[in-house]
């Protein structure tokens, strides 16, 4: 069975696949362990698209100058998962969506962003103000095949930022069941309902289907 390389720099997503993953026997590598020093352009128009370009482009990469970080193994020996995630908002067209994270700019704080955004939706009554997080995972394989799974995760925005924890989109975003925001939510309740958790549960489904 192929161990995984999984295509972040973000200490918190390694914690969270190795929790997902830790009964299927596989061992979960982070680029940085692995050695690639890989840089892909994520150019695509959505999630999916971007997360596949990554898990793709890292595993030519890894098919073209192995895996520094381990002497004994190839990229035959791995499946290469990327993610990509953000927010939709449905009363601003869906943005900022794949940009996300470049929303206002990257060197925008999030406390700029969740501002704007709340600017924006001024007087728009909670049934309009729908929104959900979204995140792909795409597999790469070494025979060059690559699937993508997504998880969605339902919501509103909200009319001020609450809650100390989470990060980036989370304050002002709120869940219908019980109108608090995810950043209110402890991080073993967010990875329960969380998009990410849900893509990753529905991709190590499909790898264990696959049975490489
Ligand atoms: P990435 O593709 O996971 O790096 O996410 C892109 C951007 O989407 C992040 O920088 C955040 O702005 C936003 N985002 C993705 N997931 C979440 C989340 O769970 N909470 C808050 N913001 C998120």
């Not at 069975?1 to 979960?28: C, H, P, S, W, Y």
């Not at 908002?89 to 060197?107: C, H, I, N, Q, T």
Request: glycine share 10%; hydrophobic share 35%; net charge negative.
């Amino acid at each position: 069975m192929k161990d995984i390389i999984f295509a972040t720099q973000n200490e918190g997503k390694m914690r969270e696949i190795r929790e997902i993953l830790k009964d299927t026997g596989r061992q979960v590598y982070s680029m940085k362990e692995a050695g690639i020093t890989a840089q892909v352009e994520e150019d695509g128009v959505t999630f999916a698209e971007n997360a596949r370009l990554k898990a793709v482009g890292i595993m030519e990469w890894c098919k073209k100058n192995g895996t520094p970080g381990f002497t004994d193994k190839t990229a035959e020996d791995f499946i290469v998962l990327a993610d990509d995630s953000g927010l939709e908002v449905d009363f601003l067209g869906k943005e900022p969506g794949v940009y996300s994270a470049r929303y206002m700019g990257y060197d925008t704080s999030y406390r700029e962003k969740n501002a704007n955004i709340i600017a924006r939706m001024e007087g728009v009554a909670k049934k309009d103000r729908t929104a959900r997080f979204v995140c792909a995972i795409a597999a790469a394989y070494p025979d060059g095949s690559c699937e993508t799974a997504c998880g969605i995760v339902e919501g509103y925005i909200g009319w001020e930022e609450a809650g100390e924890n989470g990060f980036g989109y989370d304050p002002i975003f709120y869940l219908y069941e019980n109108d608090l925001s995810t950043a209110q939510l402890c991080a073993e309740e967010k990875n329960r309902i969380s998009h990410r958790g849900k893509a990753l549960r529905s991709m190590k489904e499909k790898m264990g289907q696959r049975g490489l």
